[in-house]
């Protein structure tokens, strides 16, 4: 932009001798003035979104200043380097071509690449690296691994517990309380729905086989958090000399949905 600079001095024309023909303020004179003042001014800036063109200066903010203040290269380098990233590109959020890994007490990886989407951060305790984590079993991964064959679905076992009399020496997902003939089972995590199939498989005692005593259940008031059995045990010739309702001494059940 232009500075004005005055052409004519008016003030020296007051010391001129009355007759001097340089004593008169020229029209002239006057227009030049104005001329020179409009030509510096339509070269300033706007105040209001200047445009501003050659190389425009401004103070350099001290690092880490987080104001409206205007950010000169000098700002934005010195800002770069307390951010301990020198040699590198920053391309919006990614960093590449770093020299050397960024520690990761200044806040980096201890990597001198941003990993690709979909890659994790993994450590061996002394390392760092990014991986691309294995993709979730599909059905057809845990066929291969039961040696399943066919497009029948797979169903797991959701539940599942071990009695011996009224004591469960073993069970997941499971609670069993057992008064008289009637076995309570309470889900630690509640089921979808109650549409799930309950399998049992009981003796009265851990040796008995079906040729002097045998067994029958029922499975009822099932719901999402639950549900009862009633067993009988039956002894004797043929399984049928004695009626018993107590809690079975050797009962596995599995729920299945």
Known sequence: MANYL??????A???????????????????????????????????ASP???GTPTAPTA????????????????????????????????SISGLPSALEI??????????????????????????ETPEPGY????VKDALNATGDAPIYACRAWARLDGSTAIGAGNMSV???????????TTAMPDANYSVVVSPSINSTAIMGNSGCSYAVYNQTTTGFQIYGR?????????????GGYTNMGIAVYR
Request: hydrophobic content about 30%.
């Open 105 to 130: 007490a200044s806040g980096g990886t201890g990597l001198t690449e941003v990993g690709t989407d979909g890659q994790v951060l993994t450590s061996t305790g002394t390392d760092i690296a990014w």
């Open 13 to 47: 024309k007051d010391a001129l001798i009355s007759g001097d023909p340089n004593k008169i303020v020229k029209g002239t004179e006057i227009n030049d003035e104005f001329d020179a003042i409009q030509t510096a001014v339509n070269s300033k800036a706007n105040i």
């Open 138 to 141: 599909t059905d057809d991964d």
């Open 6 to 11: 005055k052409a004519t001095d008016f003030a």
């Open 51 to 53: 445009a501003l063109t």
């Open 233 to 245: 045990g039956y002894t004797g010739s043929n399984n049928t000399s004695y009626e018993y309702g």
């Open 177 to 187: 309380s057992i008064s008289g003939g009637t076995c309570t089972v309470t889900f």
């Open 62 to 93: 001290a690092t880490e200043t987080n104001t409206t203040q205007i950010a000169t290269t000098a700002f934005v380098k010195a800002q770069q380097g307390a951010m301990a990233i020198t040699g590198g590109t920053i391309t919006g959020t």
